[in-house]
């Protein structure tokens, strides 16, 4: 086997320091992403990246961004901008490793969280800031001066899943942010993606300065990895639940770890509830529970304490949870594109991994977009037989998903307590 002959990262002009702290994550080779960003962040430019899922972009932006820090250090030096609470607190685990070396101080400001605590954390302007902008468009027009004038002479502003963050629903608070910020070329912007949208373009086309682009894959049918297989369940969609049980326990899957993808954070408090009468170890992870809650599930979760994960789009972006095997469609998107995130939380960097969608009598046009957008027919699957669900299946499920949805309704009127979730699932 050849030595490897390629880029390295002391090649791309990162630290000693920096180096070692990739090694001790076991990153020891850039990816192609890493590759053409990070010599063009040091160099001063603004960038727009564009590559798929686990394609190591966190690297590509922390790690130009920490080796500037180290020369230069000061009150808050840059700020990440993210769509969801989950993303921002992987983001900040990674500049935690990376930056162990430099006496880095970081504040997180999402939704869910104490907001005494954060302004305060604000207030003491830490080096790195990495905020949603609901959160921390909030802080600006409540918290005062005193707690967001350390934004003011910030480095770097990054956009991390730029193209979710561009659009109408987060304009508002997404202008009130970049409002405070430090302008023109006192500041560098990143844009970071695995889908580069013709509003992250629009954005380029729009700058004063010169943008470099970079897109790992400008074909956009080539979205999805290799190494993961796609396939798709015909069913009745009143029988889904009951078809999920059934993959779940089949022999060569009961020791899979999974995410089961649903569309509404309703469906994910029943399938939750569900599995869990099926003894099948379950957390779940969407906008309908606290942040502590959800904290705690995706920890159970990257800790095998559950092997299955039932989640909303919440989870289908960014998120880092190596170990995943497959990932379930029991909810087909909308969105072809959300399809790509959700898939891409398997089959990453290397691996292999599948994928499973449900296909009801209501979904055969989404199918079909989907198979559109990613070049590829999907595979019937066959493991799953009907007379196995009808025979096993149907009857204890249909049970549990009755007495579900009364435990809920009983909740939600206040005639019970939520039950608490047993630790073991």
Aim: a positive charge; aromatic letters at 4%; one cysteine or more.
């Amino acid at each position: 086997m050849s030595a490897y002959k390629g880029p390295t990262f002391e090649s791309l002009g990162l630290s000693k320091p920096l180096v070692e702290a990739l090694g001790a994550m076991a990153i020891r080779r850039p990816s192609q992403i890493q590759i053409s960003c990070i010599p063009e962040i040091l160099k001063g430019h603004d960038c727009i990246g564009g590559a798929r899922t686990g394609s190591g972009k966190t690297v590509a932006f922390a790690a130009p961004i920490l080796q500037k820090f180290s020369e230069d250090p000061y009150g808050v030096f840059a700020l990440i901008l993210t769509p969801t609470r989950e993303l921002a607190l992987q983001i900040s685990e990674q500049f935690s490793a990376l930056g162990a070396s430099m006496n880095l101080k970081q504040a997180v400001v999402v939704g869910g969280m104490d907001m005494v605590a954060q302004g305060i954390a604000l207030q003491k302007r830490p080096h790195i800031v990495i905020a949603t902008p609901g959160r921390l468009a909030d802080h600006i027009q409540s918290s005062g001066e005193e707690a967001v004038a350390g934004l003011r002479r910030i480095k770097f502003l990054v956009l991390d899943e730029a193209d979710r963050l561009l659009t109408p629903g987060f304009a508002p608070d997404l202008e009130t942010c970049m409002g405070v910020t430090a302008k023109g070329r006192d500041r560098q912007t990143l844009l970071f993606t695995a889908t580069i949208t013709p509003s992250v373009l629009q954005l380029k086309d729009s700058s004063k300065h010169n943008v470099f682009l970079h897109e790992v894959e400008t074909n956009s049918k080539i979205s999805i990895p290799d190494t993961l297989t796609q396939s798709y369940i015909l069913l009745p969609s009143h029988v889904r639940e009951s078809y999920l049980v059934s993959l779940l326990s089949m022999p060569e899957n009961e020791k899979k770890s999974a995410i089961v993808f649903v569309n509404r954070t309703t469906t994910a408090d029943v399938l939750r509830r569900v599995l869990r009468a099926m003894e099948i170890r379950v957390t779940s992870l969407h906008s309908g529970i606290s942040q502590r809650e959800r904290i705690d599930s995706l920890n159970r979760f990257r800790a095998e304490a559950a092997r299955v994960l039932v989640a909303t789009d919440v989870a289908g972006r960014g998120l880092d949870i190596p170990q995943v095997q497959m990932v379930i469609n029991f909810d087909i998107p909308a969105d072809s594109d959300d399809y790509i995130h959700r898939v891409g939380r398997t089959a990453r960097a290397g691996r292999t991994g599948e994928s499973i969608s449900f296909v009801s009598e209501h979904d055969v046009s989404r199918i079909q977009a989907i198979e559109t957008r990613v070049g590829k027919q999907m595979d019937k699957y066959e493991g799953v037989r009907e007379s196995d669900v009808i025979k096993n299946w149907l009857q204890p499920v249909s049970n549990a998903r009755r007495e579900a949805l009364m435990d809920i309704e009983k909740e939600a009127a206040g005639l019970v307590g939520p039950k608490k979730r047993k630790r073991r699932a």
